[in-house]
């Protein structure tokens, strides 16, 4: 049976959270009906939301923080350079058609991934690929960073 309500989409989706063992903590916000907070079998840190400016939609949404010495790292880099490895990054992920992308233009500190979810498609498999996806492409990221610009430096 398909959800129908925000109080139906609330409950099934912390039951799926509870039941996979990935759930870490409900948020209160002014700009959401509700916000899970969760940790997938992959380390990364997840969210789930149903924003009140929405309706009948839930959000997937996972930020990956870049390692404060990248942005010094593409700072080094020359202006043709920086845009050069920032376009790819664009370029490959407008090849994902199933991903909002929150990118800023010039020297990101994070960028945003969030997946969508419409409530007549809400169930236990779409949210496990959602969650798995977004994961995924955070993993793909900064590997990508990785592969730039070596280890991070601990600190």
Same mark, same amino acid.
């Given at each position: ?65 870049? $390692? ?47 997946? $969508? ?6 169930? $236990? ?10 994961? +995924? ?9 990785? +592969? +730039? ?7």
């Amino acid at each position: 049976m398909p959800i129908e309500t925000v109080e139906e989409a609330s409950k099934a989706i912390k039951m799926w959270m509870e039941d996979r063992g990935v759930f870490t903590e409900e948020v209160s916000t002014e700009t959401a009906h509700f916000q899970y907070e969760g940790t997938w079998e992959n380390g990364v840190s997840f969210s789930i939301v149903q924003p009140k400016d929405m309706k009948r939609i839930v959000g997937v949404v996972s930020k990956c923080e870049i $390692e404060p010495q990248y942005p010094t790292a593409l700072d080094s880099l020359n202006s043709h350079e920086r845009q050069e490895f920032l376009w790819d990054i664009k370029e490959t992920l407008l090849l994902v058609p199933i991903f909002t992308i929150f990118m800023p233009d010039d020297n990101p500190k994070s960028i945003l991934f969030v997946k $969508e979810i419409a409530f007549d498609e809400l169930t $236990e498999g779409r949210l496990a690929q959602a969650v798995d996806q977004v994961s +995924r492409m955070i993993m793909w990221l900064s590997l990508v960073f990785l +592969r +730039r610009f070596g280890e991070p430096m601990e600190g």
